[in-house]
Every structure is written in structure tokens, then in C-alpha cells.
């Protein structure tokens, strides 16, 4: 079982900068990718970025391109979420993801991800 642990949210004021990290502890863990996701209040969860985890490759969502920015290092077995230029509504529930199971190239749908983390709340105020 892999267990992801996530940190770095908190409450800040639009326009602030925060950074995202997301490790596990399992000495053997690989995986065809791992994501952040975020789900706010009364609304889906949605894919915010993923990167691939062997390979080269990754993904940024369209509502947050030019703000956040994945980045992974292996050697640490994490990966990193720096959101700069933060708006009120990136406010939400951010969780980490790993796809583990696959082959997948850059999985986008919440359902290709079989390990979360148990989230942590970023809101941002104006």
C-alpha cells in the first residue's frame, strides 16, 4: 500500500505564491505518473497537472497554464506544485495522485489514479 502524504497549503491572499509537496515513504515506488487534482466546494474534482514519472512528459490545466508548475523528483520520491499569481478561485482541496497501474502516458482522468493522498486545503483570499 503506498501512502502519499501531502503539505505546503494554507491561507493566502490573491496574487501570493504556495508550493505543494507531495512524497510517499515506499522504498519501491514507481509509477506511470502522478498528478495533482483539486476539488472545491460543491464542484467535481478536476485534473491540475501530471507528469510522468519515468518518462519525459507532463500536463498543466488550462484554468492555471503560466501560474503552476509540477515538477517530480525521483531521488526523493516526491513531486512539487509551485502555484504563483494565486486567484480566489484556485481555492479548493488539493490532492496528490499516483497512477501506478497501467500503461498510461499523461493520465488525465481521475480514475487512472489508484493511490491519493489525503488532501490539503489551499483558499485564497482577495
Known amino acids: 500500500q503506498v501512502q502519499l502524504v501531502e503539505s505546503g497549503g494554507g491561507l493566502v491572499q490573491a496574487g501570493d505564491s504556495l508550493r505543494l509537496s507531495c512524497s510517499t515513504s515506499?522504498?519501491?515506488?514507481?509509477?506511470?505518473?502522478m498528478g495533482w487534482f483539486r476539488q472545491a466546494p460543491g464542484k467535481e474534482r478536476e485534473i491540475v497537472a501530471a507528469v510522468r514519472w519515468n518518462r519525459v512528459g507532463s500536463f498543466t490545466g488550462d484554468s492555471v497554464k503560466g501560474r503552476f508548475t509540477i515538477s517530480k523528483d525521483q531521488a526523493k520520491k516526491a513531486i512539487y506544485l509551485q502555484m504563483n499569481d494565486l486567484k480566489p478561485e484556485d481555492t479548493a482541496v488539493y490532492y496528490c495522485a499516483a497512477a501506478t497501474r497501467g500503461p498510461w502516458n499523461t493520465p488525465l482522468s481521475a480514475f487512472k489514479y489508484n493511490y491519493w493522498g489525503q488532501g490539503t486545503q489551499v483558499t485564497v483570499s482577495l
Open positions: 515506499e522504498p519501491t515506488f514507481s509509477a506511470y505518473a
